[in-house]
């Protein structure tokens, strides 16, 4: 079993567009497109923020977006807000066998 | 809104079994969901441990499934986990949640309850 791989860190101003990677393969992110993204401050319960790759659940802000390229997919963020620092976990379902995993998750920090 | 809740012991001595319970309100667990168990160990990211579909099938990650239980309680709303043969590298923050398609999309979390396996 191995995680999806996601930068440790990044980082942008207020206001800015920032992009968070999530590498997998075939056997994940390239075959399904099951891939979702969560937003985690500490001390609180996860946020899913993206699923099924590129859609948005009810209530979350259209500054946040997904999409996917072969067995990479991307968290894009727009227009970023200090309340958009967090850890940003990726997703993906790996088939009846594996099922699925996580990414190592990434921290954003608004300098 | 779907609100989840786990409780469980916070200190848990190696090699014994690990009971963990969240209560779900808000939402019938015997409506169609899937409830799984996700854990964080210290510095490191999520795991999947398993799922419980409402009709009460079971997957599990090849990973904890020849020492893992999960099952439901429509009585009392919850569903549970149980882990046996702990070790220190089950030192960890576990999560419940729920996934409305099977394909491990967690809709709503738990807070997470720490556990430290320790003598």
């Known amino acids: 079993q191995s995680a999806l791989t996601q930068p440790a860190s990044v980082s942008g101003s207020p206001g800015q567009s920032i992009s968070i990677s999530c590498i997998g393969s075939s056997r994940d992110v390239g075959g399904y497109d099951y891939v979702s993204w969560y937003q985690h401050h500490p001390g609180k319960a996860p946020k899913l923020m993206i699923y099924?790759?590129?859609k948005r659940p009810s209530g979350v802000s259209n500054r946040f977006s997904g999409s996917k390229s072969g067995n990479t997919a991307s968290l894009t963020i727009s227009g970023l807000q200090p309340d958009d620092e967090a850890v940003y976990y990726c997703c993906s379902y790996a088939g009846s066998y594996f099922f699925g995993y996580f990414g190592g998750g990434t921290k954003l920090t608004v300098l | 809104q779907v609100q989840l809740q786990e409780s469980g012991p916070g200190l848990v001595k190696p090699s014994e079994t690990l009971s963990l319970t969240c209560a779900v309100s808000g939402h019938s667990i015997t409506t169609a969901s899937y409830w799984g168990w996700i854990r964080q160990p210290p510095g490191k990211g999520l795991e999947w441990i398993g799922s419980?579909?409402?009709?009460?099938?079971?997957s599990y990650s090849p990973s904890f499934s020849s020492r893992i239980t999960i099952s439901l309680d429509s009585s009392e709303n919850e569903f549970s986990l149980k882990m046996t043969a702990l070790t220190a590298a089950d030192t960890a923050v576990y999560y419940c949640?729920?996934?409305?398609?099977?394909?491990?999309?967690?809709?709503?979390w738990g807070r997470g309850t720490l556990v430290t396996v320790s003598s």
């Open positions: 099924d790759v590129s």
């Open positions: 419980v579909y409402y009709t009460g099938r079971l």
């Open positions: 949640a729920r996934d409305t398609s099977g394909f491990l999309e967690w809709w709503e």
